[in-house]
T-cell receptor, first 112, second 111 residues
Framework: SQQGEEDPQALSIQEGENATMNCSYKTSINNLQWYRQNSGRGLVHLILIRSNEREKHSGRLRVTLDTSKKSSSLLITASRAADTASYFCATDAGFGNEKLTFGTGTRLTIIP | EPEVTQTPSHQVTQMGQEVILRCVPISNHLYFYWYRQILGQKVEFLVSFYNNEISEKSEIFDDQFSVERPDGSNFTLKIRSTKLEDSAMYFC?????????FGSGTQLSVL
C-alpha cells in the first residue's frame, strides 16, 4: 500500500450519526494532519496530531494516532449535511514545512 | 481570515503551449508549495519553496516546470511545454509553520 491510505474509500451515513475514517501510512512521521476538500475546491486544514500524541480533539473532531500500527483515525461526531466532503490524511516526515504526503481520501456523504 | 488566492480558476491550453499559474500566498508566510490533483486521484506534491529557492521537488517536477517568486507577493508555477498528462487541478499552498493553507486551485486542461 502507498503512504497514506484511507479507508473506507466512501462512507454514507445519516445526519446526526458519527463518522469514522481511518488512515494508514508506511514511514516514520513527524506529524499527521487531516484535511477536508469540498467538491472542486481547495483543501482545508482540520487538525494536526504530532507523533508523540495519541489523541486530539477539536470541536466535533477527534483524531487518534497509533504510531506502532502506523495508523490514525478521524471521528466526526453528530454529523451534519455540511460535513459532506472528501477527507484526506497527510503525513509530514520532516521537521515542519517539509512536503506533505496525502492519502487517497474518504468521500463522506451525510444524508439529511 | 487570510487566504491563498489563485488565478486563473480555469485554464485551457493547447498541447505544447506554455502556461503560468499564479498564486498570492498569505502575506506573512515563508514557505510556499505547489501540489496537483489529477481527477479522481490523490493530491501529489510538486515543489516547495523557501528563502527564494526550491527546497524540495518531486519526480513530477521535471525540467518543464519552474517556480518563481518575482516580487514580494506572487508565487508562480510555469509549465514550459504542456502535455496532455499535465491536465489536473493545481493547488498553491503557503505555510507559516506546519499547517498548510491551500488556494482554491487552477483547473488546467491541456487539449
Amino acid at each position: 500500500s502507498q503512504q497514506g491510505e484511507e479507508d473506507p474509500q466512501a462512507l454514507s451515513i445519516q445526519e446526526g450519526e458519527n463518522a469514522t475514517m481511518n488512515c494508514s501510512y508506511k514511514t516514520s512521521i513527524n506529524n499527521l494532519q487531516w484535511y477536508r476538500q469540498n467538491s472542486g475546491r481547495g483543501l482545508v486544514h482540520l487538525i494536526l496530531i504530532r507523533s508523540n500524541e495519541r489523541e486530539k480533539h477539536s470541536g466535533r473532531l477527534r483524531v487518534t494516532l497509533d504510531t506502532s500500527k502506523k495508523s490514525s483515525s478521524l471521528l466526526i461526531t453528530a454529523s451534519r449535511a455540511a460535513d459532506t466532503a472528501s477527507y484526506f490524511c497527510a503525513t509530514d516526515a520532516g521537521f515542519g514545512n517539509e512536503k506533505l504526503t496525502f492519502g487517497t481520501g474518504t468521500r463522506l456523504t451525510i444524508i439529511p | 481570515e487570510p487566504e491563498v488566492t489563485q488565478t486563473p480558476s480555469h485554464q485551457v491550453t493547447q498541447m505544447g503551449q506554455e502556461v503560468i499559474l499564479r498564486c498570492v500566498p498569505i502575506s506573512n508566510h515563508l514557505y510556499f508549495y505547489w501540489y496537483r490533483q489529477i481527477l479522481g486521484q490523490k493530491v501529489e506534491f510538486l515543489v516547495s519553496f523557501y528563502n527564494n529557492e526550491i527546497s524540495e521537488k518531486s519526480e513530477i517536477f521535471d525540467d518543464q516546470f519552474s517556480v518563481e517568486r518575482p516580487d514580494g507577493s506572487n508565487f508562480t508555477l510555469k509549465i514550459r511545454s504542456t502535455k496532455l498528462e499535465d491536465s489536473a487541478m493545481y493547488f498553491c499552498a503557503s505555510s507559516g509553520w506546519e499547517k498548510l493553507f491551500f488556494g482554491s486551485g487552477t483547473q488546467l486542461s491541456v487539449l
